[in-house]
């Protein structure tokens, strides 16, 4: 039996960008508008998730919402911008 995936997605202008984690392999995967952009294996995917959902006690199953955290950061990483559409704040 083949486990289904955990999914987040986030909707941007040019296009989706979204993430699915396997649970059976502990693969995670990032597509940008359909295309895989990024794609890793424990223990890195699980570094991944951990660096952006540090608070949440997922071990190595994350949730929908640890993973929209992953696509978040990654929107911000690649385009500069948070998954509501606004730069960046560089204030603290």
């Given at each position: 039996m083949?486990?289904k995936a ?5 909707d941007l ?6 993430a699915e984690?396997h649970?059976?392999?502990g ?6 508008r359909g295309?895989l952009?990024?794609?890793?294996f424990p223990?890195h995917?699980w570094?991944?998730?951990?660096s ?10 994350p ?7 992953v696509?978040?950061?990654y929107v911000l990483q690649r385009?500069g ?5 606004g ?6």
């Amino acid at each position: 039996m083949k486990a289904k995936a955990i999914t987040a997605s986030i909707d941007l202008p040019g296009g989706a960008v979204s993430a699915e984690f396997h649970i059976d392999t502990g693969r995670l995967r990032i597509f940008e508008r359909g295309a895989l952009r990024v794609e890793s294996f424990p223990p890195h995917s699980w570094f991944t998730v951990a660096s952006v959902a540090g608070n949440s006690r997922w071990g190595t199953r994350p949730r929908e919402a640890d993973l929209y955290l992953v696509v978040e950061s990654y929107v911000l990483q690649r385009f500069g911008k948070t998954a509501h559409g606004g730069e960046a704040s560089c204030a603290q």
